[in-house]
């Protein structure tokens, strides 16, 4: 006599396993390293009286500017990264814009800006303005081309005119006005 004996064995339940993903220690260059993750403008006016603050923060793509601005003239004035971190009355020391790539000025110019060419502030009838920009052509790290800290710093400029985005080498926008430091 033949028993087929069939045994039923429990299916094994394959358990998912855990995936553990290994922490990967960030390998950063010793410039990166030292490079800010913020930064800091106080931007004062021809007199030195502070009109404004700028906080830089560092993101993947580009550098978020959280700027506020009290007693400005109501209006459309233009806002840029200059070339030199220094402010010094009329403001003619802070450089012409920031210009790494040594391109013609403008957001509208056709071969792309300058880096430290930014769209303009709107200043309502309380000359009091807070706005967030975002400029995606520089970086806070050191050793980069377009890094504002380069060997002789930035600023940041708010001139008493619009800039109309494509007059080389300034944007007609006029005298500077406020100016400030770009700061670790
Ligand atoms: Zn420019």
Redesign the pocket.
């Known amino acids: 006599m033949t028993i087929n004996r069939q045994v039923a064995w429990p299916l094994a339940v394959a358990a998912a396993a855990a995936v553990m993903v290994a922490a990967v220690a960030p390998v950063a260059t010793p410039a990166l390293a030292q490079s800010p993750a913020i930064a800091k403008a106080v931007l004062k006016d021809k007199s030195g009286k502070e009109v404004g603050e700028a906080n830089l923060t560092q993101t993947k793509n580009g550098v978020l500017i959280r700027l506020s601005v009290k007693g400005i003239e109501p209006g459309e004035h233009a806002f840029?990264v200059h070339a030199v971190g220094k402010c010094e009355a009329p403001f003619t020391s802070a450089g012409g814009?920031f210009?790494p790539a040594s391109h013609k000025?403008?957001l509208e110019s056709a071969e792309g800006?300058?880096a430290?060419?930014m769209p303009n502030l709107h200043v309502p009838q309380n000359g009091d303005l807070k706005v967030e920009v975002f400029n995606a052509m520089i970086t806070l790290a050191k050793g980069q081309p377009n890094s504002v800290f380069d060997a002789d710093g930035s600023a940041l400029v708010i001139h008493a005119k619009a800039d109309d985005n494509k007059t080389d080498?300034?944007?007609d926008a006029g005298d500077r006005i406020a100016c400030g430091v770009v700061t670790e």
């Open positions: 840029h814009h210009n000025h403008g800006a300058h430290g060419d080498p300034a944007g």
